[in-house]
C-alpha cells in the first residue's frame, strides 16, 4: 500500500540522492547491491544481540536505496530487466536478514519462543508474498496487489522493533508480528485471487 501511496513522494525526497550517486559514476546495481549489504549488516550484527533500536537506525540507513536504485535507472535510461531481477532477489536477502535476526534474538539470548515463531511467521508470509507475484508474472500475470507489501511490512516490524526496544516493550512488538503475520497471509490470498481470476478469464484453469 506504501509503495502505491508515498512513491511519488518518495522520489522527490531521494531524487537528489539518486542524482548524486549518478554524478559520482555510481551504478543502480552498486546501490542495490550495498544496501542490501547494510540492512543485513544493520540486522545480522545487531538484532540478534537485542539492540533492536540501533539495528532499525542502521537499517533505516540502507533500505532506502531500495526506492533510491530505481530513480538512478529511470533517470540514467539505465532501466534493464537484470537491474529488476537483482532488486528482487536482493530485497528478499535483505527481508530475510531483518525477520531473521529478530528469530535468531527471541529463539536465543531472549528466550521467548512465541516472539521466535512469530518472527519466522512473518519471515516465512512475507517471502511467499513476494513469491506469489514473482510466480505470476513468470506467467504472464499480474499479482501487484496487497495489504503487506514490502514497504508496509519493513514500516511496521521496524518501527514496532525500535519502539518495543526504546520502551521496554516486548507485547509491542508481539502484537505488531501478529499483525502483520495476518495480513501477509491475507496479501498471499490476495494475489492467488487475482491471478485465479485472470487464469478463468483466459480460460486457463484445469478442470
Ligand atoms: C525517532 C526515530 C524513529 C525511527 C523509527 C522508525 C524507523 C523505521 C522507519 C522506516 C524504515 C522503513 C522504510 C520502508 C522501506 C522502503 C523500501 C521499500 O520497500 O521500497 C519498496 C519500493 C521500491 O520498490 P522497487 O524496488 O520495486 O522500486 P524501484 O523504484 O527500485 O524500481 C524497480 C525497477 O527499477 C529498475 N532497477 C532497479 C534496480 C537496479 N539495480 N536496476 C534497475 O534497472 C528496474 O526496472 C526495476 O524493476 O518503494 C516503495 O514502496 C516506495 C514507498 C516506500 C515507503 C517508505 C515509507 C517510509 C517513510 C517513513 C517511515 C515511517 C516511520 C514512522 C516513524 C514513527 C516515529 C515517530
Ligand atoms: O512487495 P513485495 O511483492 O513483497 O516485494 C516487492 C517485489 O515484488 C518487487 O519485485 C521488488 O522490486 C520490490 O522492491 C519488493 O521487494
Ligand atoms: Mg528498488
Ligand atoms: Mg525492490
Not at 549518478?22 to 539492540?51: N, W
Not at 521466535?116 to 506467467?139: P, Q, W
Request: some cysteine.
Amino acid at each position: 500500500m506504501l509503495n502505491r501511496l508515498l512513491r511519488a513522494s518518495m522520489t522527490k525526497i531521494l531524487g537528489p540522492i539518486a542524482h548524486l550517486f549518478l554524478r559520482l559514476g555510481i551504478s543502480p546495481d552498486i546501490v542495490t547491491i550495498v544496501g542490501t549489504v547494510g540492512v543485513c549488516v544493520g540486522a545480522l550484527a545487531f538484532f540478534p544481540r537485542g539492540e533492536m533500536w540501533v539495528g532499525v537506525l542502521v537499517i533505516t540507513a540502507f533500505v532506502f536505496s531500495d526506492n533510491v536504485d530505481g530513480i538512478m535507472a529511470r533517470e540514467s535510461g539505465r532501466s534493464s530487466k537484470w537491474g529488476a531481477y537483482l532488486d528482487s532477489t536482493l530485497d528478499r536477502i535483505g527481508d530475510s536478514a531483518i525477520f531473521g535476526g529478530l528469530v535468531l534474538f527471541y529463539a536465543g539470548r531472549g528466550n521467548n519462543q512465541l516472539m521466535a515463531g512469530l518472527a519466522l511467521a512473518c519471515l516465512i508470509l512475507g517471502s511467499v508474498v513476494s513469491y506469489a507475484k514473482a510466480r505470476a508474472e513468470g506467467l504472464g500475470y499480474t499479482a501487484n496487489v496487497g495489504i503487506a507489501e514490502r514497504a508496509d511490512r519493513l514500516v511496521a516490524v521496524l518501527v514496532a522493533a525500535f519502539f518495543a526496544d526504546v520502551f521496554d516493550s516486548t507485547v509491542l512488538l508481539g502484537v505488531v508480528l501478529g499483525l502483520l503475520a495476518v495480513a501477509s497471509f491475507i496479501t498471499v490470498l490476495q494475489r492467488m485471487l487475482t491471478v485465479r481470476k485472470q487464469a478463468l478469464a483466459s480460460g486457463e484453469v484445469g478442470a
